[in-house]
């Protein structure tokens, strides 16, 4: 059944709630059979409006679910996005506070700032590319209120796009001429020096580029024209999404990119 708009801004508040209480909630696809993609940005609608409306600044934009690799232990088949804000988005800062998150995760990528407008349909990645500023290695932190991390890509979107926290590295000017490189360069992820994870570019829709075509596309359908000068993006986990704690020290070091590691202690 079609929610109304009462029941959508009912189901928003009450996520705006559970996100400040760091506690958890049913996913809406279990509370509302058929409950849509299109009602799932209803939500994330209102919850950017209520965040911009308490000061919150948009700075960007953030791509999950990109990683083909893991969809099948997830049970998902498509990616999603959501809104990236100042408050959120931290950088050159060595530790984050996981105080007030539910169950984070860390998610190691390659995040993207645009110097200018950039609209269009599966472009090369030197189309991209060339409307870039510059990118660098980051970690998105995502936290999720459902229970046991179970969710649909719908139910994600809802509890804001599972996005707690964006924390770039060193940035580096963007060449045209880096779309092999970035389909080509592999990842390592460790926790207090521990290797934890490995990955690729590749993994991520073929890669980081790869995959603004596929937020290009999703952003004409819902009627927003392409992405704007200054917005950063980021693209996606390059590896498993792993749970973190206080007191560990996370690295992401990657081979084949002129980036330098990244390193995250948690508090």
Request: charged fraction near 20%.
């Amino acid at each position: 059944m079609a929610l109304k708009k009462v029941e959508i801004e009912k189901l928003a508040g009450e996520f705006l709630e559970v996100r400040a209480q760091a506690g958890t909630i049913e996913q809406p696809t279990l509370r509302y059979p058929g409950f849509s993609l299109a009602e799932a940005y209803s939500v994330a609608d209102f919850l950017r409006e209520n965040r911009v409306a308490n000061g919150y600044e948009i700075v960007g934009k953030k791509i999950g679910f990109t990683n083909q690799a893991i969809w099948p232990a997830l049970g998902i088949g498509h990616p999603i996005w959501a809104t990236l804000y100042q408050k959120t988005v931290h950088y050159s800062q060595a530790e984050l506070s996981l105080a007030g998150m539910a169950a984070p995760r860390i998610e190691p990528e390659i995040v993207f700032k645009l110097k200018r407008n950039l609209i269009g349909h599966n472009l090369e990645a030197e189309e991209i590319l060339a409307a870039m500023e510059w990118y660098a290695l980051g970690f998105e932190i995502v936290d999720c209120n459902f229970p046991d991390w179970k969710c649909t890509p719908n139910d994600a979107i809802t509890d804001f796009g599972l996005h707690a926290a964006l924390m770039v590295g060193e940035t580096r000017p963007v060449r045209p001429d880096f779309g092999l490189a970035l389909a080509e360069f592999s990842v390592k992820l460790y926790q207090d020096d521990k290797l934890a994870a490995e990955g690729a570019g590749h993994n991520v829709l073929g890669s980081p580029a790869l995959a603004i075509n596929w937020l290009l596309a999703t952003l004409r359908d819902a009627g927003i024209n392409g992405l704007q000068a200054g917005e950063v993006i980021t693209t996606g986990t390059l590896t498993d999404a792993l749970p973190i704690a206080a007191g560990q020290s996370w690295r992401f070091e990657v081979s084949g990119l002129d980036l330098p590691s990244l390193t995250l202690n948690m508090l």
